[in-house]
């Protein structure tokens, strides 16, 4: 068995499946395909908040990674911050997501639905946070701790992706500036003749 491996900082790197686009949840309802891929990249271009059972003021740490797996569901790369470990109730939660009592998994947003063949399913959403939860909504999302090496890896990998799709927006973003101000100095100097 595998001892999960705490980095330096006392991190946690976990990963899973927040969604499972198989059957129906506690709730009788699911995602559609395509459902996640509006809202993943502003999620993780902003704070990308890992929270404990959906309230916001028990965040945990940070969703690294998110990826819509055809066929198959969303899944979740996170780290949990090694400076909850001493907090008197975040502290717990901390311990028990590295013993492993604490793996599911369940996501928080503000949900579009729509009517399919299959019954009433979330086709859009907007992320609020991903949440560490006892009881998982749907029964096949879970998480594991995951061995830190290969992961810190990935998640700088992730880090740079994310910086460089911002540098892009800002440079694009820029680009049109310029074309607005060219106009305007062009409609000044028509204005001038």
Known sequence: MNTPIELDSGDLLIEGWAADFSGIDRQEENFTEGAFQRGV???????????FHHKHEKVLGKVLDLQEVPGHGLWMKARVDGAIKNHPELGTIYRQIKNGTLTGLSIGGFFKRKLTELGTRISDMDFTEISVTPVAIHRKTAFAVVGAKAFQLEAIEHERANLEWLRDELMRRDAARRIMLIDLHAQVHSLRR
């Open 41 to 51: 990249k502003a999620f993780l271009a902003g704070s990308a908040s890992l929270c």
